[in-house]
């Protein structure tokens, strides 16, 4: 069984940083690639971000390239998403997602686990 447990969420300011982890455990040897997806009150899943979990590669959402980096320590079964010149519009209940493929996908169908999620709010 794979889990997954985020942290990191919080309150910020506008303009401000937060840095988020997900913890993986279980069994995770078959997985290729990790994710965060978003959702606000009201609204769809939407993607933010992918890794493999080894190899290489990265895939951003357009909403979030230049601020959000996402990145993996496979020691530490740990994919981490450091979130810069954070906007009100962020605000979300972020969550992990891990996904037993190789290709970077943006819909949240195609994911296999996901964590319970962390909250971000991001104040104007």
């Known amino acids: 069984q794979v889990q997954l447990v985020e942290s990191g969420g919080g309150l910020v300011q506008a303009g401000g940083s937060l840095g988020l982890s997900c913890t993986t455990s279980?069994?995770?040897?078959?997985?290729?690639?990790m994710g965060w997806f978003r959702q606000a009150p009201g609204k769809e899943r939407d993607f933010v971000a992918a890794?493999?979990?080894?190899?290489?590669?990265?895939l951003y959402a357009d909403s979030v390239k230049g601020r959000f980096t996402i990145s993996r320590d496979n020691a530490k079964k740990t994919v981490y998403l450091q979130m810069n010149s954070l906007k009100p519009e962020d605000t979300a209940v972020y969550y992990c997602?891990?996904?037993?493929?190789?290709?970077?996908?943006?819909?949240?169908?195609?994911?296999?686990?996901w964590g319970h999620g962390t909250q971000v709010t991001v104040s104007s």
């Open positions: 997602t891990l996904s037993n493929t190789i290709r970077l996908l943006t819909s949240a169908g195609a994911y296999d686990y």
């Open positions: 890794i493999r979990w080894s190899g290489g590669g990265t």
């Open positions: 279980g069994r995770t040897f078959s997985s290729y690639v």
